[in-house]
């Protein structure tokens, strides 16, 4: 009904900055709520933002003030930027999406996922 795919992840030095984008398809592709996770190894699968259907944002404390989450809904992409970036942002990038409006950081909560983008910080 809903598929994500992810691009944009590599390998970027501590301090460089990375554009994440998700492009959306299906036959419910539209009226979504946008999420980014990501997981590290070893450790469960975190919340980083989220952008509703009129642009609301919200993010997570690890990267507030340095991250922007946006949308495109005409070309039915998501993006995730992230500058100033750390060693412990090294993990697989997943983007999400939920039909209803609600907002929630839960993995539990989320209809649809991408496949996931590897992003590595590393001098």
């Known amino acids: 009904q809903v598929q994500l795919v992810e691009s944009g992840g590599g390998l970027v030095q501590p301090g460089g900055s990375l554009s994440l984008t998700c492009v959306v398809s299906?036959?419910?592709?539209?009226?979504?709520?946008m999420a980014w996770f990501r997981q590290s190894p070893g450790k469960e699968r975190e919340f980083v933002a989220t952008?509703?259907?009129?642009?609301?944002?919200y993010y997570a404390d690890y990267v507030k003030g340095r991250s922007a989450i946006s949308r495109d809904d005409s070309k039915k992409t998501a993006y995730l930027r992230i500058d100033n970036l750390r060693l412990s942002d090294t993990a697989i990038y997943f983007c999400?999406?939920?039909?209803?409006?609600?907002?929630?950081?839960?993995?539990?909560?989320?209809?649809?996922w991408g496949q996931g983008t590897q992003v590595t910080v590393s001098s």
């Open positions: 952008i509703n259907q009129i642009g609301s944002t």
């Open positions: 299906g036959r419910l592709s539209e009226n979504l709520r």
């Open positions: 999400a999406a939920k039909t209803r409006t609600s907002f929630s950081t839960a993995v539990d909560q989320w209809n649809y």
